[in-house]
């Protein structure tokens, strides 16, 4: 059984990372970065609340359930929560709510990974990049699409759902708040599996202003921002001195640039492997 502790002599020996994500959504990237040597620090920046117009999700979701959509698309781990809670309501599992016939796609492997668990057979994801573009570029479907989304979600998918003959109902499914979200309205989401037999890799969990001072100090090497509304976040932070930044993706790393936020590395893949990878390269001298 690997131990909690950070390696000794793995290639982060020494690296203070931080992630900006809470400590459920980020059990399997502390323990691969400790697996790498890093010394893992948590400074969640957003949460997620359910959405205020629930009618209209439940609406969709009554829609779902009756077979009223051809496809079913989900771009983040958040929206699968959401319609999991959504089938709880109705006694349901996730299984049983969505149809048979109902054919899904989904972004990013952490997305499939959870529709898998619930029973659920993904036909179609990107090929390449994991993002709404990679996946309208794989996209040749036709028919009604359910899309739900978070309230902050950019018009990209939808609207190329759409140019490509599809009859798209974009529904909020989530909004994206800073952390932490009001009790009452929290999403819940069940904690990562860090992996069969494995131990929790220990971490430090920071507040924004203990963060600023270690920025400031020196005292953080890299900070993986996993998602555009954590970099907009993350730059209340700046200057972030030495501090390197890793994008888990190109729209997060675009987000950065359009803020001024230089980029060290950016994640081949949106997975703890390809954070660690990132980190390193982003570290390593040239």
């Known amino acids: ?19 900006t994500r809470s400590p459920e959504r980020s059990a399997a990237l502390v323990q691969a970065l400790a697996r790498a040597g890093a010394t893992p620090v948590l400074l969640p920046l957003i949460d997620f609340e359910r959405a205020p117009d629930q009618h209209a999700l439940d609406v969709a979701c009554d829609a779902l359930a009756a077979g009223a959509f051809d496809w079913l698309v989900v771009s983040s781990a958040t929206t699968v929560h959401v319609l999991m809670e959504k089938a709880a309501e109705r006694g ?3 299984g049983r709510l969505v149809p048979q016939a109902t ?9 499939r990974r959870i529709l898998e668990s619930q029973g659920l057979a993904v036909e179609l994801t990107p090929a390449g990049e994991q993002s709404a573009a990679g996946f309208l570029e794989a996209w040749t479907g036709r ?3 359910l899309l739900p989304q978070a309230d902050i979600a950019a018009a990209t998918l939808a609207d190329g759902l759409a140019h490509r003959g599809s009859d798209v109902t974009a529904v909020t499914a989530y909004r994206t708040v800073d952390f932490p979200a ?28 203990v963060a600023a001072a270690e920025i400031d100090g020196g005292q953080i090497s890299a900070v993986v921002a996993a998602s555009p509304s954590a970099v907009r976040r993350l730059a209340a932070l700046s200057p972030l001195a ?3 930044i890793v994008a888990i993706g190109r729209s ?27 980190v390193v390269k982003a570290l390593t001298p040239p």
């Open 252 to 278: 997060t790393a675009e987000q950065a640039a359009a803020l001024d936020l230089p980029v060290a590395a950016v994640a081949e893949e949106p997975t703890p492997e390809g954070l660690v990878a990132a």
């Open 242 to 244: 030495g501090c390197r």
């Open 182 to 209: 009001a009790a009452e309205r929290r999403l819940a989401v069940q904690p990562e599996d860090a992996g069969a037999g494995q131990a929790t890799a220990s971490y430090t969990l920071l507040t924004p202003k």
């Open 103 to 111: 054919r899904i796609g989904a972004i990013g492997p952490a997305t």
């Open 92 to 94: 349901l599992e996730l």
């Open 1 to 19: 059984m690997p131990s909690s502790a950070p390696c000794q002599h793995g290639p982060l020996s020494g690296a203070r990372v931080l992630v």
């Open 143 to 145: 028919g009604r699409v």
